[in-house]
């Protein structure tokens, strides 16, 4: 048993263990941003063209669907078919979202690791043209 702590402590100490649980919440707490995006500002805006919340957008196949407005929900016949697509443009559109914003992310992060990565060679440079001065 000693062994095995031993052995996850080593395991955990490594940077790429840490690192990768940073990742983890980091990224637990960016994709609650973009999702608050997503449900808070773009799907209203998209709603305004379609009338309702994206996600309600539905075809019914078969049967009836009627809406009612005490409970605010849908009330469907037994034998009512549904195809809720509005879901699946919400995945789509929380899909697309998230990967522009990683995207976007990622590509500030290159640019930035690119700029210190020129300015360490600069700066080594002059410290080497001083020393054979």
Known sequence: ????????????????????AVGI???????AIVKSL???IITPLISLIGG????????????SATFD???GTYISSSDAVILYYGRFFQSIIDF???AL?????LKAITYFKKRIDDAKDALFD????????
């Open 1 to 20: 048993m000693k062994k095995f702590f031993k052995d996850f402590n080593s395991f955990i100490s490594k940077g790429n263990a840490l690192d990768l």
């Open 25 to 31: 919440v980091i990224g637990t707490a960016f994709n």
């Open 38 to 40: 997503v449900s808070d």
């Open 52 to 63: 309702k919340d994206i996600e309600n957008w539905f075809w019914v196949m078969k049967g």
């Open 69 to 71: 407005e005490a409970t």
């Open 96 to 98: 697309l979202l998230i």
């Open 101 to 105: 914003a990683i995207f976007v992310a």
């Open 126 to 133: 002059d410290k080497k043209e001083e020393q054979t001065l």
